[in-house]
């Protein structure tokens, strides 16, 4: 827990600057936070538009272009902040999960900084990142609360039960929803990335035209299973083609995003619910899609439970978010030496 006499007594006269990297995947970011909640920077390099040419993300691919970007992604963050080396309290960076190559890079450079300008390091943890981009817009949030981590390759419900101390309460069995959603945006022909592309189609088309599974784990309530509705999802596609029956992607895009949607919201409000919990948060590249923004917001009034949710900008892989969580391990008395190294399978609340 942190001790809240410390921080103020650390923040009264001058302001924590920490200056976020991140680089677990196909963004380059970095930004200068204040305390943990005010962004004066949040410099982000998308490789997107290079990897949709493969359909995903291509790891080797992504190091050699987050080596490219780096240091320029670095000194624009530092520049449109304002602020000097001297100006830095500490240096946040990912140092997993994620891609080993790409973790590798931003891990080194944030090292090499450190090293060269006397600063200290703390290593974050990429999914405590997007859990503290809640904190960079909403400044009544403090723990306890729950949060839905939704992204690419992360499902999980996480209590907050403190200031850097986080408690799994379910997880994805198999595929993560933003992983279902590529290969689902895959499997009728919008491409990557899927989650936006879908989510975009899905408005189009009736949510309640295919009845898709929506699997329930036996003993294990608040865990996820989207490998059964992916599957069903080409199945009914195969089923029309060797048919010959023509079919709506539209609606298999709503009926499918329905089905994600519906399990996401119910099982993290009932979490919520269930441990007491008055807030429900949600966080990662999922928290983007506006029907389940939406849907959450509507479960938890419906139950007495204030929503939050960050921006648009906060909700896919930025330097803020590391900054963010970066400070709360800062204060928390958390430091790292030249020894950090890459973790791409590191288990939330590793420390």
Same mark, same amino acid.
């Given at each position: 827990?942190?001790?809240?006499?410390?921080?103020?007594?650390?923040?009264?006269?001058?302001?924590?600057?920490?200056?976020?990297?991140?680089? %677990?995947?196909?963004?380059?970011?970095?930004?200068?936070?204040?305390?943990?909640?005010?962004?004066?920077?949040?410099?982000?390099?998308?490789?997107?538009?290079?990897?949709?040419?493969?359909?995903?993300?291509?790891?080797?691919?992504?190091?050699?272009?987050?080596?490219?970007?780096?240091?320029?992604?670095?000194? #624009?963050?530092?520049?449109?902040?304002?602020?000097?080396?001297?100006?830095?309290?500490?240096?946040?960076?990912?140092? !997993?999960?994620?891609?080993?190559?790409?973790?590798?890079?931003?891990?080194?450079?944030?090292?090499?900084?450190?090293?060269?300008?006397?600063?200290?390091?703390?290593?974050?943890?990429?999914?405590?990142?997007?859990?503290?981009?809640?904190?960079?817009?909403?400044?009544?949030?403090?723990?306890?609360?729950?949060?839905?981590?939704? %992204?690419?390759?992360?499902?999980?419900?996480?209590?907050?039960?403190?200031?850097? #101390?986080?408690?799994?309460?379910?997880?994805?069995?198999?595929?993560? +929803? !933003?992983?279902?959603?590529?290969?689902?945006?895959?499997?009728? !022909?919008?491409?990557?990335?899927?989650?936006?592309?879908?989510?975009?189609?899905?408005?189009?088309?009736?949510?309640?035209?295919?009845?898709?599974?929506?699997?329930?784990?036996?003993?294990?309530?608040?865990?996820?299973?989207?490998?059964?509705?992916?599957?069903?999802?080409?199945?009914?596609?195969?089923?029309?083609?060797?048919?010959?029956?023509?079919?709506?992607?539209?609606?298999?895009?709503?009926?499918?995003?329905?089905?994600?949607?519906?399990?996401?919201?119910?099982?993290?409000?009932?979490? +919520? #619910?269930?441990?007491?919990? #008055?807030?429900?948060?949600?966080?990662?590249?999922?928290?983007?899609?506006?029907?389940?923004?939406?849907?959450?917001?509507?479960?938890?009034?419906?139950?007495?439970?204030?929503?939050?949710?960050?921006?648009?900008?906060?909700?896919?892989?930025?330097?803020?978010?590391?900054?963010?969580?970066?400070?709360?391990?800062?204060?928390?008395?958390?430091?790292?030496?030249?020894?950090?190294? +890459?973790?791409?399978?590191?288990?939330?609340? +590793?420390?």
């Amino acid at each position: 827990m942190i001790d809240q006499a410390v921080v103020k007594n650390e923040t009264m006269n001058r302001e924590v600057k920490i200056l976020g990297i991140e680089s %677990s995947c196909d963004e380059t970011a970095a930004a200068v936070v204040v305390n943990g909640r005010k962004v004066l920077s949040n410099v982000i390099f998308s490789q997107v538009p290079l990897h949709t040419l493969y359909g995903g993300v291509v790891p080797e691919i992504a190091s050699r272009k987050h080596i490219e970007k780096i240091n320029q992604v670095i000194r #624009k963050a530092m520049s449109d902040a304002g602020c000097g080396w001297e100006d830095i309290d500490a240096i946040a960076v990912t140092y !997993g999960p994620g891609l080993v190559g790409p973790l590798l890079v931003g891990v080194g450079a944030a090292k090499a900084i450190a090293y060269a300008k006397h600063i200290p390091l703390v290593g974050v943890h990429h999914i405590e990142g997007h859990i503290s981009a809640n904190f960079i817009e909403h400044p009544e949030l403090v723990p306890p609360f729950m949060c839905l981590v939704a %992204s690419g390759g992360h499902s999980h419900i996480v209590l907050v039960e403190d200031y850097g #101390k986080y408690r799994i309460i379910g997880q994805t069995h198999d595929d993560a +929803a !933003g992983e279902a959603f590529d290969k689902v945006a895959r499997a009728i !022909g919008l491409g990557y990335p899927g989650g936006p592309k879908v989510d975009k189609l899905a408005r189009e088309g009736d949510p309640h035209a295919i009845e898709f599974p929506r699997a329930v784990i036996e003993g294990s309530p608040y865990d996820f299973s989207f490998s059964g509705l992916k599957s069903a999802v080409l199945n009914y596609l195969n089923g029309c083609e060797m048919k010959h029956i023509s079919y709506n992607k539209a609606d298999v895009a709503a009926s499918f995003q329905q089905a994600v949607i519906d399990v996401l919201s119910e099982r993290a409000v009932k979490a +919520a #619910k269930d441990h007491g919990v #008055k807030t429900l948060a949600l966080a990662g590249g999922v928290a983007a899609n506006t029907g389940l923004r939406e849907a959450m917001k509507e479960r938890a009034a419906a139950e007495g439970i204030t929503f939050v949710c960050p921006s648009f900008i906060f909700c896919t892989d930025n330097g803020a978010m590391i900054g963010a969580a970066g400070y709360i391990d800062y204060m928390r008395g958390i430091r790292d030496d030249l020894t950090l190294n +890459a973790v791409p399978g590191l288990p939330i609340g +590793a420390r």
